[in-house]
């Protein structure tokens, strides 16, 4: 009897060991979620950038400044190989802007310039405008019907839980001073993409179509885009003058700022990461401070406490808002492993679904009951590429993405304006994030099943 009882005593404690030591994935990512809902570091992170940096153009001194932040922040958080890589960008740097309506109601407007715009002649552009409540009406116009004028176009942006309103008007901000030049226009004016009510502009990049004249472009505040619309309607020609100026330099340096968690096979890569340049209105917060801050604090949770069997890296890109980096890391790193990777750039709030990427879908298996609680569905649909940072090295390599998909309803009301700051982010939500990118960057890191559709 006394035997017996020690015997079993024994097998328990021989069957005690080995159950800890080995938990299961699905009990390490339960532990790993939980742990990143309280994590400090995502919020820590977020609240330096914003404030001990705050906008970083790229190629601007503050840029360098964020540089530097990124590698100390990484090598401070325990990451290996941490370096920037330069590459050439043209920067631009906004100047004194001004508008106002002439005739015939006198008033101010509120405007951003466009980056990669052309400043205005000294004293400014004053002419007639012509409004467009849609961008098709502008491409409907006939060559040569807006010879002198300054073409606004006031089309609405959509709300959207997954914000497509944004992609939908998108081409109104890129290319509607090309298409405005094309018809004579001498200027160009456009309603900010924004879901917003307030007199905050939204500042955007804009593209030159190659042989068209360059004109002047801006986006206005969409009160102001109301009220030209008003003005517009009472059948008198309305005047706006116009006044941008900006410095743009070529071959200014940008950087992609880089550090890893090196695994036991570690030229297979996963790299995740959000953009460390932001637009200069506001503080970056939530573009892309909050991706730099869920991904940094995911891979850094991810990545402990045994080293993962793949190597995760964390990439901030240096250029994602005048659209450079991507094409930069594409070109530097198209001949490496990349297992799996995906870009944080959707702000701060809650995830909502996950496309999972073609291959290796039963690693993820755990994620649906580790996700149900976060209110995180697993999409039927895989993921198809990703942000405009990765997309280049997507194309390049084939490499297999996932898309965590974030409730963007609020978030083209602070998008690329003064209002992106750090109070606009919920640290609960910011957390529910890390929580999903940790669980499944453990899973994947850990694993050694392709993630590539079949062939
Ligand atoms: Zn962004």
Redesign the pocket.
Known sequence: MKQSILIAALAATLLAGPVVAQQSPAQTIVALRDKALTDPVSWDLLESLTTEIGPRPAGSPAQMRARDWGLAKLRALGFQNVHAEEFPVTSWERGVEFAEVTTPFPQKLALLGLGGSISTPPGGIEAEIVVFKAYADLLAAPAGSLTGKIAVVTQKMVRAQDGSGYGAINAARRAGASEAARRGAVAYLVRSLSTDDTRLPHAGAMNYTAGVAKIPAAAISTPDADLLDNMVRRGKPVKVKLVLNSISRDNAPAWNVVGEIPGTKPDEIILVG??LD?WDAGTGAI??GA?IAITTAAAHLAGQPNKPRRTIRVVMFGA??MDYSGAAYSAAHKAENIVLISES??GGDNIWSVRLPPGGREVFAPLASVFAPLKINIAADVAVGG??DIRPLITATGAPSFNFRQDASRYFDL?HSADDTLDKVDPKQLNQNVAAWAALLYLAANSDQSFRKAP
């Open positions: 959000g953009h932001s573009d892309d991706g994602e808002e750039d959707n942000g405009d998008h």
